[in-house]
T-cell receptor, first 116, second 109 residues
Framework: GALVYQYPRRTICKSGTSMRMECQAV??????VAWYRQSPQKTFELIAL?????????EQNFTQEKFPISHPNLSFSSMTVLNAYLEDRGLYLCGASPQGGQNTLYFGAGTRLSVL | QQKVQQSPESLIVPEGGMASLNCTSSDRNVDYFWWYRQHSGKSPKMLMSIFSNGEKEEGRFTVHLNKASLHTSLHIRDSQPSDSALYLC?????????FGDGTQLVVKP
């Protein structure tokens, strides 16, 4: 079956530092990878959509300069949160799909980021 | 970014009762809808998808879609305590999938 692994599961970083999180698709080819953030207040925001052979598309309020994403092959993606502050806290979810748009997203368990 | 609105924010139903959850999109370009379920501390898992007008039933779960009003609803009959979770509505537009903030369902034994 289709599985998505994310690591680390939890991480704590000091305010102003950066942390990298990874997403691995197993059992299918992740043509599209969408990164989301679920805030402590439970808002669910799309950060960016990465599709192989296309430019990464960031949503409003999210930039490549703050959340650089790498999607080097069909099984792996990573995202870094640069200069993390309190407002960056939350559960970062990676949703991978064999194709974009109409296909179901398979989610990893997320990386929970705490910022001190 | 709030393209998907869900209501109510939270819902308590007795065991065996009917839970009804609503979802509307404000984006006229939305073309597909999904319902996901997220148990506490777990990742969201797709429950049902609906792409055409009408109704779709899978076991105790029924989804309705009205494409003209961009409204979908999820109904859970004979609710069980194990159905207690955050229910997320998702909609796609321009190959991107947006989620609402969810309805927290609690089924009381």
């Amino acid at each position: 079956g289709a599985l998505v692994y994310q690591y680390p599961r939890r991480t704590i970083c000091k305010s102003g530092t950066s942390m990298r999180m990874e997403c691995q698709a197993v059992g299918f080819q992740a043509t599209s990878v969408a990164w989301y953030r679920q805030s402590p207040q439970k808002t669910f925001e799309l950060i960016a959509l990465s599709t192989v052979n296309s430019a990464i598309k960031y949503e409003q309020n999210f930039t490549q300069e703050k959340f650089p994403i790498s999607h080097p092959n069909l099984s792996f993606s990573s995202m870094t949160v640069l200069n993390a502050y309190l407002e960056d806290r939350g559960l970062y979810l990676c949703g991978a799909s064999p194709q974009g748009g109409q296909n179901t997203l398979y989610f990893g368990a997320g990386t929970r980021l705490s910022v001190l | 970014q709030q393209k998907v609105q869900q209501s109510p924010e939270s819902l308590i139903v007795p065991e065996g009762g009917m839970a009804s959850l609503n979802c509307t999109s404000s984006d006229r370009n939305v073309d597909y809808f999904w319902w996901y379920r997220q148990h506490s501390g777990k990742s969201p898992k797709m429950l049902m998808s609906i792409f055409s007008n009408g109704e779709k039933e899978e076991g105790r779960f029924t989804v309705h879609l009205n494409k003209a009003s961009l409204h979908t609803s999820l109904h859970i009959r004979d609710s069980q305590p194990s159905d207690s979770a955050l229910y997320l509505c998702a909609a796609s537009t321009d190959n991107r999938i947006f989620f609402g903030d969810g309805t927290q369902l609690v089924v009381k034994p």
